[in-house]
């Protein structure tokens, strides 16, 4: 299972991104998908995550202003940011675990990243 992240970029603080990550493949079926962040010097850390069914979770420093959300029909998994900090800054990843075949083997892949910059 490939995915493909996009919509990373250049803000000001204060303003808003919405990415988007799409996953490719054949005869898969996702569990979960996850927004990590990786900053310069740091390690990588979960920002966001969203079961099949729609439950969310999300890392205390962006409660309230990022929204994560999903297309099941498309596989593709959506991280609307608002109000964005310099301190958002840094590359994000998507990641999806799952089945594939579907119920049969496990898979846990990586996008490429995309780059958010947030200046101040």
């Known amino acids: 299972v490939q995915l493909m992240e996009s919509g990373g970029g250049l803000v000001q603080a204060g303003g808003s991104l919405r990415l988007s990550c799409a996953a490719s493949?054949?005869?898969?079926?996702?569990?979960?998908m996850e927004w990590y962040r990786q900053a310069p010097g740091k390690q990588r850390e979960l920002v966001a995550a969203?079961?099949?069914?729609?439950?969310?979770d999300y890392a205390d420093s962006v409660k309230g202003r990022f929204t994560i959300s999903r297309d099941n029909a498309k596989n593709t998994v959506y991280l609307q940011m608002n109000s964005l900090k310099p301190e958002d800054t840094g590359v994000y990843y998507c990641?999806?675990?799952?089945?594939?075949?579907?119920?049969?083997?496990?898979?846990?892949?990586w996008g490429q990243g995309t780059q958010v910059t947030v200046s101040s």
């Open positions: 990641n999806a675990r799952g089945t594939q075949p579907v119920g049969v083997w496990t898979f846990d892949s």
């Open positions: 493949g054949s005869g898969f079926s996702i569990n979960i």
């Open positions: 969203i079961t099949y069914g729609g439950n969310t």
